[in-house]
């Protein structure tokens, strides 16, 4: 079993930054893919990034490109998501996730195990 553990969330103004992390437990965070996920009140889980094993495959969604960043540490079994520019829309529950996997993974339901969540709050 593969258990996850986010944190970083918080209370930001609009344009300012925060990272997220995503504490893996298990030696075989290696061969995971990661992903990470937002969901807002009302709405329904949405994609945000995921990253392969090797940290070489990464994706983003639009609404994130170019001001979200996500990496991996292997030996510290932690994925981080960078948030930059964040906006009032940005608010959501942040969540991450693992499958082993050879490549990234854009569909939540192909994920095989999830953290807690971490809130994020970006007020205006």
């Known amino acids: 079993q593969v258990q996850l553990v986010e944190s970083g969330g918080g209370l930001v103004q609009a344009g300012g930054s925060l990272r997220l992390s995503c504490a893996a437990s298990g030696r075989t965070f290696s061969s995971y893919a990661m992903g990470w996920f937002r969901q807002a009140p009302g709405k329904e889980r949405e994609f945000v990034a995921t990253?392969?094993?090797?940290?070489?495959?990464?994706y983003y969604a639009d609404s994130v490109k170019g001001r979200f960043t996500i990496s991996r540490d292997n030996a510290k079994n932690t994925v981080y998501l960078q948030m930059n520019s964040l906006k009032p829309e940005d608010t959501a529950v942040y969540y991450c996730?693992?499958?082993?996997?050879?490549?990234?993974?854009?569909?939540?339901?192909?994920?095989?195990?999830w953290g807690q969540g971490t809130q994020v709050t970006v007020c205006s």
């Open positions: 996730a693992a499958k082993r996997s050879t490549a990234w993974i854009i569909l939540a339901r192909e994920y095989d195990y």
């Open positions: 990253i392969g094993w090797s940290g070489g495959s990464i």
